[in-house]
C-alpha cells in the first residue's frame, strides 16, 4: 500500500506563488510515475504535471513556464512549485502515484487552491 499526504494549499492573490507538497510513503519501492492533477467545481480532473521513471517533467498547456515539478527522494516528497497563479487555477489539487508492481493507481486527499482576481 501506499500514502500520500499533501500539503501546501490555500488563498492567494493572482499573481502570487504556492508551493505544494505530496509526502508519499509505504511500499514506494514500485513507483515508477508521479502527477499532479486538479478539479475545478464542474470540470473533470485533469493533468497538470507528471513525471515518469528516468524521464523529464511533462506540463499541461495551461501551465507551462508557470508551473515546476520536483522530486525530493530522500524525503520521498514530490512538489509543484506554482508561480504567476491566475483565478483559472482555482481547484483541488491532487497528488497521484502509479505502482507499478500492485498494476494501480494511488491518490492524495487534496487540496484547495483558490486564486482570486
Known amino acids: 500500500q501506499v500514502q500520500l499526504v499533501e500539503s501546501g494549499g490555500g488563498l492567494v492573490q493572482a499573481g502570487g506563488s504556492l508551493r505544494l507538497s505530496c509526502v508519499v510513503s509505504g511500499s514506494t519501492f514500485s513507483i515508477n510515475r508521479f502527477g499532479w492533477y486538479r478539479q475545478a467545481p464542474g470540470k473533470q480532473r485533469e493533468l497538470v504535471a507528471g513525471l515518469s521513471s528516468g524521464g523529464t517533467p511533462n506540463y499541461a498547456d495551461s501551465v507551462k513556464g508557470r508551473f515546476t515539478f520536483s522530486r525530493d527522494n530522500a524525503k520521498n516528497t514530490v512538489y509543484l512549485q506554482m508561480n504567476s497563479l491566475k483565478p483559472e487555477d482555482t481547484a483541488v489539487y491532487y497528488c497521484?502515484?502509479?505502482?507499478?508492481?500492485?498494476?494501480?493507481?494511488?491518490w492524495g486527499q487534496g487540496t484547495q487552491v483558490t486564486v482570486s482576481s
Open positions: 497521484n502515484v502509479y505502482h507499478q508492481l500492485l498494476d494501480r493507481d494511488y
